[in-house]
């Protein structure tokens, strides 16, 4: 198996496509042959299991249509997780979930906000490096790429991801207030790497919610694109076809072309050309 590689979708705000863009990129690249795997570190309303369709519910639940969690990510950041990994030989399958569409998934839990709270009491030198070992001591040998989809905010467990990931993706839609988060967010990102001595930065940019039809949309393009020439991937076009198939439980590559609308269909290439793109540029970090 190749080597692992690794990205995280982070903006300090919502709304912007994050989690979309996670979902989309990985199946496309699970499309290209890649073995995926994508982790819900965003909170407990479980998003990117409802874009795949899985009910997640609490593990002594007997409802026959959903799944519930054996093994919760949140156990990573605990004080018990070395026993947990050194005894039980199963342990990432039991954390994970097959996804109808090709990636696997670790679902968010109840206790990633008591995780982000206890990681304050932990040291300094360990704090940050929990999921990374985790992805190196389970994850590397199953698969070869993972995506992290991160809190829109900066806390413990946001550091923990962009600590592991070294990679972002920042989806960010039209608005002057997202040009100035980008320009935080980058600042921010070369502030961590100093703080946390890792090689972190921004791998792609990804304008979301644009329309051809609005002038917003065509300079914030523009502008993004001037600003950080060579990492802004293609926009992905603003679709009603995106909200729809979520509710549906399913990506933009689950749909026959012939259920899509002409913009459904350029989002879906868009993203395509996005995971290309953001392939590469893991390759060359």
Do not use: C
């Not at 479980?46 to 093994?71: H, K, M, P, Y």
């Not at 342990?91 to 109808?100: K, Q, V």
């Not at 950080?228 to 590559?253: H, S």
């Amino acid at each position: 198996m190749a080597s692992l590689q690794r990205a995280a979708t982070y903006v300090e705000k919502g709304g912007v496509g994050k989690t979309t863009s996670a979902a989309h990129i990985a199946v496309a690249a699970h499309n290209m042959g890649h073995e995926v795997l994508l982790v819900d570190l965003a909170g407990t309303q479980n998003d990117l299991a409802t874009q795949f369709g899985l009910s997640i519910v609490e593990r002594d639940s007997d409802t026959d249509s959903s799944v519930s969690i054996d093994a919760p990510i949140s156990a990573v950041f605990g004080d018990d997780w070395e026993f947990l990994r050194d005894n039980i030989d199963d342990l990432l399958d039991r954390m994970t979930f097959s996804t109808d569409e090709g990636p696997d998934l670790i679902p968010a839990d109840p206790g990633l906000g008591g995780a982000d709270n206890n990681l304050a009491n932990v040291p300094l030198e360990e704090r940050y490096q929990k999921l990374d070992e985790f992805v190196d001591d389970l994850v590397a040998e199953q698969y070869d790429l993972v995506i992290f989809d991160l809190p829109g905010k900066e806390d413990n467990i946001a550091l923990n991801g962009l600590f592991a990931a070294r990679n972002v993706v920042a989806p960010l839609k039209p608005g002057a207030f997202e040009r100035d988060q980008l320009q935080k967010l980058d600042a921010t990102l070369d502030e961590i790497s100093a703080d946390l001595n890792v090689d972190l930065g921004l791998a792609l940019i990804i304008p979301t919610i644009i329309s051809s039809q609005e002038t917003l949309s065509e300079s914030f393009v523009a502008h993004v694109s001037e600003e950080y020439p060579g990492i802004v991937g293609e926009p992905v076009t603003k679709t009603a076809d995106i909200g729809n198939n979520q509710n549906a439980g399913r990506t933009l590559y689950a749909v026959p072309d012939d259920e899509l609308y002409a913009t459904g269909k350029r989002a879906r290439e868009a993203y395509s050309a996005n995971t290309e793109q953001l392939l590469s540029q893991l390759t060359d970090r």
